[in-house]
T-cell receptor, first 113, second 114 residues
Framework: AQSVTQLDSQVPVFEEAPVELRCNYS??????LFWYVQYPNQGLQLLLK??????LVKGINGFEAEFNKSQTSFHLRKPSVHISDTAEYFC???????????FGTGTSLTVIP | DAGVTQSPTHLIKTRGQQVTLRCSPK?????VSWYQQALGQGPQFIFQ???????QRGNFPDRFSGHQFPNYSSELNVNALLLGDSALYLC?????????????FGPGTRLTVL
């Protein structure tokens, strides 16, 4: 079975400060890894994905994430956040052979002016 | 190019009623998945349709059923609504031709059961 754990439910951070949103996963088979962002009253938008290759992946809006296979982690980072980054962030995995996504419970990022 | 669209945007029903939600996939996509997102939770997979058949199903009761039409659009039906069915219902589309399993999400339908 697959599961995704987002270790922080809420993360407040001051504008222009760096941020890290943590994600750990559990799976007995290989998975693809994703981060999605959800703005209020909207659907999910893909930030970035890890499929294979380089463990550091870059996404939209200045976000990046690092895949660590030994720690089964896929933490999301941004060196300097903006007010507009305030949103809910979801980590997700999908199996190589399947189509179902497994999501974490989300991290609410609040950027403080 | 229109993305994934869903209708209606909001819906209010009472317990015991039935509801139908609709989804049109992104152009070129033939696979539709449905997710339930309860307040404060991550999306939970309900089921997926491909070639007009249910291909995969999550841990949801039979009160949740679906359909896919020849134009790839899809419906989600929920019978005998419970208060706990109140949630944001997300539709996602994809295509087997993708080299990975990226899914494109619609804006969702907010269902409130009173």
């Amino acid at each position: 079975a697959q599961s995704v754990t987002q270790l922080d439910s809420q993360v407040p951070v001051f504008e222009e400060a760096p941020v890290e949103l943590r994600c750990n996963y559990s799976s007995s088979v290989s998975v693809y890894l994703f981060w999605y962002v959800q703005y209020p009253n909207q659907g999910l938008q893909l930030l970035l994905k890890y499929l294979s290759g380089s463990t550091l992946v870059k996404g939209i809006n200045g976000f990046e994430a690092e895949f660590n296979k030994s720690q089964t982690s896929f933490h999301l980072r941004k060196p300097s956040v903006h007010i507009s980054d305030t949103a809910e962030y979801f980590c997700a995995v999908s199996l190589y052979t399947g189509n179902q996504f497994y999501f974490g419970t989300g991290t609410s990022l609040t950027v403080i002016p | 190019d229109a993305g994934v669209t869903q209708s209606p945007t909001h819906l209010i029903k009472t317990r015991g009623q039935q509801v139908t939600l609709r989804c049109s996939p992104k152009s070129g996509h033939d696979t539709v998945s449905w997710y339930q997102q309860a307040l404060g939770q991550g999306p939970q997979f309900i089921f997926q349709y491909y070639e007009e058949e249910e291909r995969q199903r999550g841990n949801f009761p039979d009160r949740f059923s679906g359909h896919q039409f020849p134009n790839y659009s899809s419906e989600l039906n929920v019978n005998a609504l419970l208060l706990g069915d109140s949630a944001l219902y997300l539709c996602a589309s994809s295509t087997p031709q993708s080299s990975y399993n990226e899914q494109f999400f619609g804006p969702g339908t907010r269902l409130t059961v009173l």
